[in-house]
Nanobody, 124 residues
Framework: QVQLVESGGGLVQAGGSLRLSCAASGRTFSSYAMGWFRQAPGKEREFVACIRWSAGSTYYTDSVKGRFTISRDNAKNTVYLQMNSLKPEDTAVYYC?????????????????WGQGTQVTVSS
């Protein structure tokens, strides 16, 4: 079993920044690919970013490219999502997820474990 706990969400004004963290426990973290997804009211959960077991391999949805950065610290069993230049449309519950096969995916069903989510609200 793997437990994932997100933190760092909150309320921020447009143009501001937040850094989300996701701490993992229960199994070896370094072999997992990690992803961030988000779900806004009235919308389906969507892919935001992922990072493969190799920290140099990252992927982003088009709407966050150039603004968000995913990273990981395997020694701390933690993945981060640095969010800059936030926009109101970024408002959502953000979830981290772990893919045990280590390749990462843009599809939510490929992930094996999920956190409970952290709310990000961006005001105009």
């Amino acid at each position: 079993q793997v437990q994932l706990v997100e933190s760092g969400g909150g309320l921020v004004q447009a143009g501001g920044s937040l850094r989300l963290s996701c701490a993992a426990s229960g199994r070896t973290f370094s072999s997992y690919a990690m992803g961030w997804f988000r779900q806004a009211p009235g919308k389906e959960r969507e892919f935001v970013a992922c990072i493969r077991w190799s920290a140099g391999s990252t992927y982003y949805t088009d709407s966050v490219k150039g603004r968000f950065t995913i990273s990981r610290d395997n020694a701390k069993n933690t993945v981060y999502l640095q969010m800059n230049s936030l926009k109101p449309e970024d408002t959502a519950v953000y979830y981290c997820a772990a893919d045990l096969h280590g390749l990462g995916s843009l599809a939510s069903y490929e992930y094996d474990y999920w956190g409970q989510g952290t709310q990000v609200t961006v005001s105009s």
